[in-house]
């Protein structure tokens, strides 16, 4: 069983609607998680980040956090062709170690 | 504020030969990590200094090393390259306010490809 896993995809969403990215982690005591976005041929930037267990809103972007399930996931809301990429979950293991989930990549369809 | 520059951007080796990749972070930031990515293993940790010293190491075998120098530049140098070792070396660089932020900001990277 890998640490983080994601759905790899590809999750096609239409333009407006909301994009729904999940992230399973298998370590109880992990504290930190995040979500960068890579653009093809780019390196991933960091877009969100959660430490408590609930929502954390940012502009279109929602994570959520559930510890007892150890589920982490990314709602984008109003989804747009530029949110067109591939979405990369990530769990601190210390300092700046992170593990990183396999991607999901998610096409918005005009 | 310029961003993580890497060089070189790409590289071709062949299979035995060494090759040696370098980073300089964005100004301020002491922390720099190595993230090595491939299709089939994404995104994988390499190491991590901070003010020099190696603070964290992924899971990688011996012939990955690393170092910092004291204006925050890094290098990593991989010998006895593998075919397995082909893949995109993303250094990334962190301002470190805390000690697990995970903030972390990514060059473009460097591509190798041993042949």
């Known amino acids: 069983q890998k640490e983080v896993e994601q759905n790899s995809g590809p999750l096609s969403v239409p333009e407006g609607a909301i994009a729904s990215l999940n992230c399973t982690y298998s370590d109880r005591g992990s504290q930190s998680f995040f979500w960068y976005r890579q653009y093809s041929g780019k390196s991933p930037e960091l877009i969100m980040f959660i430490y408590s267990n609930g929502d954390k809103e940012d502009g279109r972007f929602t994570a959520q956090l559930n510890k007892a399930s150890q589920y982490v996931s990314l709602l984008i809301r109003d989804s747009q062709p530029s949110d067109s990429a591939t979405y990369l979950c990530a769990v601190s293991k210390g300092a700046q170690k992170l593990v990183f989930g396999q991607g999901t990549r998610l096409t918005i369809n005009p | 504020k310029a961003g993580v520059t890497q060089t070189p951007r790409y590289l071709i080796k062949t299979r035995g030969q060494q090759v040696t990749l370098s980073c300089s972070p964005i100004s301020g930031h002491r922390s720099v990590s190595w993230y090595q990515q491939t299709p089939g293993q994404g995104l994988q940790f390499l190491f991590e200094y901070f003010s020099e010293t190696q603070r964290n190491k992924g899971n990688f075998p011996g012939r990955f090393s690393g170092r910092q120098f004291s204006n925050s530049r890094s290098e990593m140098n991989v010998s006895t390259l593998e075919l397995g070792d082909s893949a995109l070396y993303l250094c990334?660089?962190?301002?470190?306010?805390?000690?697990?932020?995970?903030?972390?900001?990514f060059g473009e990277g460097s591509r190798l490809t041993v042949l």
């Open positions: 990334a660089s962190s301002p470190s306010r805390g000690s697990n932020t995970g903030e972390l900001f």
